[in-house]
Structure formats: C-alpha cells, structure tokens
C-alpha cells in the first residue's frame, strides 16, 4: 500500500495551492520536469506565483505553460534563453525575474531544505548579482550572502517511488529534482515506477521524510530540440 500514493494529480495539488505561493519545480530545460504535476498545476489556475526553478522550459512545453496562462508574477532562475515568451513578459515589465547563478541557486534551494537561512559565496562579487546583498571578507576574498529557498510546495519528477515517499532518480533528471524537493514545505512527487515495498536505502536520492504526496508520472517524456537525420544520411 502507497501511503502517500494518490491517483488524482489535479486533486492532489488543488488541495495544497493558494495565490501567490512560492513553487520550486525540478528539472534542466526539459529533462525531469515534472509533466503531470506542472499541467496540473496549471489546471488549478492558481495566479501570482513566485516559480523556482533552473529555466522555464519552451514555449508551450514545461513551466513555459504557466506563462502562457499568465499564471506568473515571478521566477527565480539560472537560465531562461530558450522560451521567447519568457522574454517577451520580462522586457515587457509583466514578469519579475531574479537571476541567481547556478550554482548559487542549487544552493540556496538545499540550505532551505537543511534550515539555513542565508550563506556567504564569492560568486557575484562585483556585478549585478551582488547589489544589495550584504558582503563580507573571508581570509581575504570577498563574499555576498544569498539567502536560502524554502518553498511552499515543490513539484519533483522521480523514475522510482516506495510506499514511503522514498525517491530515486534517473541519470540527467538527477539535476535541481534532489534539491527542489529539499526545499518544499509540502513536495509533490510523480514517479514512473511505484514499489509496493520499501527502497533499498543505499539506493535512495531522496529520503521520503521530504516528500509528502506521490502521483503516477506522465508517461510521455517532451523533447526540447528534436535533430533527426535524413534518409539520405541513413541510407549512406
């Protein structure tokens, strides 16, 4: 028996939401996103959402859905060059967008996962990213304090589940997915495989003390770049 199992994505997340929350969401352009739970997400209309997440997927794939329902009001990100509309809604003043470099965003999503509230990180010194942020000297090397992320909900996309919550995830899709769900005061999780025992612990990723519900994951995995070759290629 999955005691965190719920067959209804919608219901599941419907029932946790509110306006204006903060929603960190894995995944690496497309590779883990969490398909059912980010459409899901988009069918309860939620609106002025705060998203935390590495990119925003494309247009009309991954979180690049939200955007196009103008569900929105901010996102915290690394990197966005990949959805026009993401673009379009910042230049045109609609969306507020905080860029936290990579590194530092990993970061920050796994101190507020671990109860901390601020760090110190040479990245940034000097440019843009460290205006307004506190700096301090360490050993002689300039630092600024980012702060730590604790979402509100958090949205996971796993390849194996157990009875407890307990994830495992699968090659690429291990980027900003362990993290994310660190940083969720309530995290949502879709997985492909359910176990009806319990995970191996030296396989685990993700204990399940950090996950509160699971779903069954989409099953059709979006491709952000398709490059085929041609029959003449494949004939040769």
């Given amino acids: 028996m999955h005691l965190k199992y719920q067959d209804d994505a919608l219901a599941a997340l419907a029932s946790v939401v509110e306006d204006g929350m903060t929603i960190a969401v894995g995944g690496f352009g497309l590779s883990g996103n969490p ?7 988009r069918d309860t209309g939620a609106k002025d959402l705060t998203i935390v997440s590495n990119n925003m997927g494309v247009d009309g794939k991954g979180l690049g859905i939200l955007l196009e329902n103008q569900q929105v009001s901010k996102v915290i990100a690394s990197y966005v060059g990949e959805n026009s509309l993401f673009a379009q809604q910042y230049l045109s003043g609609e969306l507020e967008v905080e860029f936290s470099p990579q590194g530092t965003l990993a970061e920050r999503l796994r101190a507020g996962g671990v109860g901390i509230p601020a760090f110190f990180t040479a990245t940034g010194v000097g440019t843009e990213i460290a205006e307004g942020k506190e700096e301090q000297v360490f050993n002689g090397q300039r630092a600024i304090m980012e702060k730590g992320i604790r979402a509100d909900i958090a949205l996971v996309k796993a390849h194996t589940a157990d009875t407890e919550g307990n994830l495992r995830y699968r090659k690429t899709a291990m980027n900003f997915n362990p993290l994310a769900a660190m ?5 949502l999780a879709e997985a492909e495989h359910m176990l009806d025992d319990f995970m191996d612990p030296e396989l685990v990723h993700t204990p399940g003390i950090f996950v509160q519900a699971l779903v069954d994951a989409d099953p059709v995995k979006e491709i952000e770049n398709v490059t085929v070759r041609s029959l003449q290629e494949v004939a040769s």
């Avoid at 398909?35 to 997400?41: D, G, P, W």
């Fill in 35 to 41: 398909t059912r739970l980010i459409h899901a997400l």
């Fill in 183 to 187: 940083s969720g005061q309530f995290t």
